[in-house]
């Protein structure tokens, strides 16, 4: 199974990269990956496990986070009705959006990152997404609020973005290069 020792951290370069596309249908070895990265989501939303195997509790994981350069990505949450979006996705893209945006009101963090970044992080209030599921379905759904949120943290994994980029004067703002004299 995944834990958290799985996870490459900031610094590793599967995190700045451009992820390629998975190939269809995927490879046996592809959809087992996965799988496996849902199951971790799973497992670290259980007490239990979480508890035993030291898991911070996830709500999505991307390939390239596992130091695997694909562009597929995991999302396991429940939205505030209570509708469970659980879904593995092969080369998910995001096919329309809203102009209104939204954010998390405590700002974000990452599995990946272990440090508290403050500040904001915009993300488009509402989504269409299309991609290719765990199940060989081709899917167009749309999503608004936390789904919405959680799949364009994951969508930017797998484009090399980290949340922080997205963080309006995260470059501090009170950094100013010397004036050559
Ligand atoms: C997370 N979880 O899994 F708004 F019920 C984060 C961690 C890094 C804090 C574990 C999270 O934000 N959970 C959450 C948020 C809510 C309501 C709620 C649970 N990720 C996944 C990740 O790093 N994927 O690459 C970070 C999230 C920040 C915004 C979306 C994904
Ligand atoms: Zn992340």
Do not use: W
């Not at 694909?70 to 102009?99: C, Q, W």
């Not at 599995?111 to 989504?127: A, N, T």
């Not at 199940?135 to 973005?161: C, K, M, T, W, Y």
């Amino acid at each position: 199974m995944i834990t958290m020792k799985d996870i490459v951290r900031e610094g590793h370069p599967a995190l700045r990269q451009t992820a390629e596309e998975v190939q269809m249908p995927p490879s046996q070895e592809d959809k087992e990956t996965l799988e496996k990265m849902l199951e971790f989501l799973q497992n670290s939303q259980d007490p239990e496990l979480a508890e035993k195997y030291k898991l911070r509790s996830g709500v999505g994981l991307a390939a390239p986070q596992l130091g695997i350069t694909k562009r597929m990505f995991a999302m396991h949450l429940t939205d505030e009705k209570d509708d469970l979006y659980s879904y593995g996705f092969f080369n998910p893209k995001i096919v329309r959006h809203s102009v209104e945006t939204t954010h998390l009101e405590g700002g974000e963090g990452c599995l990946s990152v272990d440090r508290e970044v403050p500040g904001i992080v915009p993300r488009y209030k509402r989504i269409t997404i299309e991609a290719e599921t765990l199940e060989n379905e081709s899917v167009r759904l749309r999503l608004r609020g936390l789904p919405a949120i959680v799949f364009q943290h994951e969508l930017d994994h797998l484009n090399g973005i980290m949340f922080y980029d997205r963080i309006e004067g995260y470059e501090d703002p009170y950094k100013k290069e010397l004036p050559t004299l």
